[in-house]
């Protein structure tokens, strides 16, 4: 079954963390739609139906109605999308109005991500977020209310400054939501971000590695403790909730990417749109698409392999591997298990609770140069 991507990558004001292609002209944003579309003719689904869509950003949320009902209709009209497929598009708190949500529901949508980022008020306006905790907590509300029956929400840890405490805090508020999946990042510091530039110029300073660890660790402990499955590195979801999009950047299935930025896989070749506005309209309205790509090789499918199956809870299928691929990762593995941050599970290479924090490490090293 393949996916659908689609980017979408209008903002109203940029946080000061995000490193994503995003942009603030809105005035913009029926032309990139009608490009969108387009693009959809130009790029037909080559076999099988898609099994999820996901409209991501940026913020979606920030298109008009009509704008969204185009673009839903437009998928609809030139993908076979299954009537069961998993239909997810990220929004704002405070854009979730009683009509939007309402609007989700007839589009259909089934399942809302919000980035919600923190409860905390005074670092929300840290991070330019334009949302309260309250619109947080009430855009739930209203969207439970339309029908919504999965939603997610994204946070971020180890802002500067922040306690174990307060992080506390914001797990057992999430809780409180009872929403169906939540995501986790350790708030990162992206070359050529806002947030880079005020760490290099010395006006923030980065949360110590060891308060991270543990602010990770009772996160993992909060969330299983109230019945959260652990699936992939920074996921959580409730039994049956989790994310069956992002679960096939995982697992190697096929997807294509529509829209400025969006990224594509087919099996055998990955392909990127040009993250440019103009570029990418200009090119669409000219019949061809913007795009860049490169073949997959042997190696560089292991390589993926090991960087995808690694981050989620079943690891590694090593009965899926090459005889040399197989001897070539046991024989790099063997000091992280005699270390505690792998170990074998059935025919399953695997990270440990103590791996897990430190994954990139051990996912480059099992990587072949």
Known sequence: ??????????????????????????????RYVDAVCREMDLRPLCEGRADTVYVGGGTPS????????????????????NPDAEVTIECNPDDVTPSLAALFRRLPVSRVSMGVQTFDDARLQFLH?????????????????????????????????????????????????????????ALSYEEGTPLERMLREGRVNEADEELQRQMYYDLKDLLEAAGYEHYEISNFARQ??????????????????LGAGAHSFDGRRRQWNVAHLDQ??????????????????????????????????????????????????????????????????????????????????????????
């Open 280 to 369: 990418y309209i200009q090119a669409i309205g000219e019949g061809r698409v913007p795009a860049e790509g490169e073949e997959i090789d042997a190696v560089t499918y292991y390589n993926e392999t090991v960087m995808t199956a690694l981050r989620t809870c079943e690891g590694i299928d090593l009965s899926a591997l090459t005889d040399g691929q197989r001897q070539s990762c046991l024989r790099q593995a063997q000091r992280y298990m005699e270390g505690g941050l792998l170990a074998i599970k059935g025919n399953r290479l695997v990270l440990t609770r103590e791996g897990l924090f430190v994954s990139d490490m051990v996912m480059s090293d099992l990587m072949v140069l």
């Open 62 to 81: 920030q298109l008009t109605p009509l704008q969204l009902e185009q673009l839903f209709a437009y998928i609809n009209n030139v993908y076979d999308v």
């Open 129 to 185: 977020r334009r949302h309260t905790s309250l619109q947080a907590r009430e855009a739930v509300r209203l969207l439970r209310e339309a029908g919504i029956a999965n939603i997610s929400i994204d946070l971020i840890y180890a802002f500067p400054g922040e306690s174990l405490a307060q992080w506390h805090d914001d797990v057992r508020q999430a809780l409180q939501l009872d929403v169906e999946h939540i995501s986790a990042y």
């Open 1 to 30: 079954m393949a996916g659908i991507y689609v980017h979408i990558p209008f903002c109203s004001s940029r946080c000061v963390y995000c490193g994503f292609f995003s942009t603030t002209r809105l005035s913009e944003r029926q």
């Open 240 to 257: 049956g909730f989790r994310s069956r999009h992002n679960s096939s950047y995982w697992n190697h299935t096929p997807y294509i990417g």
